[in-house]
């Protein structure tokens, strides 16, 4: 199993511009996340989903979006990239309720300039 | 609301020494508490976790924590540490079956040779 899988690694965008950050896990978990992490911060919740079709926001949804058409994937869309966006993404995904342990994705780096 | 502290920005320790890394939270009901580590460069990785039972946890890579419900706490140790731990660590919160996670803003360990 690759576990949970994230591309780019690595991105740079100019404001305004748009752009999706893939998640993709292969452990049949039913519910994915998203979270930014900012410099001496811990991680914030951005969106979620328990299954395909169904997602919610998080903490700090705005500037976002996402989709989950499949179990497999959880993109996350930025529309109008601002410097504010400027963090690292991680997605996690966790097997369903009864299952409390989260397994994270390598991460992506976004700067916004 | 529930919360995570994690006091200690920095720590240094030498190698062979043993190591503490202090973790209070505030949540209303039966918490359920984990310790992640995220090496540079890399997504967050599971240690260890507390449901309910014996207090005493063990985790991977030769670490312990306990919770302590009088003092609101779930201090992560280990007796004695290897170079490769060098490391960020995360203390985070979250319910049972529920969606959030809390996280501390992390203590980021640098161990000397």
């Known amino acids: 199993n690759a576990g949970v899988t994230q591309t780019p690694k690595f991105r740079i965008l100019k404001i305004g511009q748009s752009m999706t950050l893939q998640c993709t896990q292969d452990?049949?978990?039913?519910?994915m996340y998203w979270y930014r992490q900012d410099p001496g911060m811990g991680l914030k919740l951005i969106y979620y989903s328990v299954g395909a079709g169904i997602t919610d926001k998080g903490e700090v949804p705005n500037g976002y979006n996402v989709s989950r058409s499949t179990t497999e994937d959880f993109p996350l869309r930025l529309e109008l990239a601002a410097p504010s966006q400027t963090s690292v993404y991680f997605c996690?995904?966790?097997?369903?309720?009864?299952?409390?342990?989260?397994?994270f994705g390598p991460g992506t780096r976004l700067t916004v300039l | 609301a529930q919360s995570v502290t994690q006091p200690d920005i920095h720590i240094t320790v030498s190698e062979g020494a043993s190591l503490e890394l202090r973790c209070n939270y505030s949540?209303?009901?039966?918490?359920?508490l984990f310790w992640y580590v995220q090496s540079p460069g890399q997504g967050l990785q599971l240690l260890l976790k507390?449901?309910?039972?014996?207090?005493l946890v063990q985790g991977i890579k030769g670490f312990e924590a306990e919770f302590k419900r009088s003092q609101s706490s779930f201090n992560l140790r280990k007796p004695s540490v290897h170079w490769s731990d060098a490391a960020e660590y995360f203390c985070?919160?979250?319910?049972?079956?529920?969606?959030?996670?809390?996280f501390g803003t992390g203590t980021q360990l640098k161990v000397e040779l």
């Open positions: 996690a995904s966790r097997l369903d309720r009864g299952q409390d342990t989260q397994y």
């Open positions: 949540y209303g009901a039966t918490p359920y």
């Open positions: 507390y449901f309910s039972g014996d207090t």
């Open positions: 452990m049949n978990h039913n519910y």
């Open positions: 985070a919160v979250g319910s049972k079956g529920g969606n959030k996670l809390t």
